[in-house]
């Protein structure tokens, strides 16, 4: 599966953005789909996750300022990102999991197969 993330930049604290991740090649609706990021130095981390039916998972550091959201007829996943902090700043990268159906969410990254090329984010103060 190939992903494609896009949206990334620069944005104010406070500010929002927007985050989009199409896929290919793989029917879409079997997909677990999640955004992870990653700072130099340190792992990647869990962001948020969304299943088949479209529950939703998030990391307690973004829960009520983002959104993760799926287009199943546009093989698209989108985070919407609220109220954002300079802590947020990161490298932004969407990732498939082709887990079992009835499996749980699963939220390290290495239990996802296939990953987008990331994009930046930096939040300035």
């Known amino acids: 599966v190939q992903l494609q993330a896009s949206g990334g930049g620069l944005v104010q604290a406070g500010g929002s953005l927007r985050l989009s991740c199409t896929t290919s090649?793989?029917?879409?609706?079997?997909?677990?789909m999640g955004w992870f990021r990653q700072t130099p130095g340190l792992e990647r981390e869990f962001v948020a996750a969304?299943?088949?039916?479209?529950?939703?998972y998030y990391a307690d550091s973004v829960k009520g300022r983002f959104t993760i959201s799926r287009d199943n007829a546009k093989t698209t996943v989108n985070l919407q990102m609220n109220s954002v902090k300079p802590e947020d700043t990161a490298v932004y990268y969407c990732?498939?999991?082709?887990?079992?159906?009835?499996?749980?969410?699963?939220?390290?990254?290495?239990?996802?197969?296939?990953w987008g090329q990331g994009t930046q984010v930096t939040v300035s103060s």
């Open positions: 990732a498939a999991n082709h887990q079992i159906l009835g499996a749980p969410v699963r939220f390290e990254a290495s239990s996802y197969n296939d």
């Open positions: 090649s793989f029917p879409f609706s079997r997909l677990v």
């Open positions: 969304i299943s088949r039916s479209g529950r939703t």
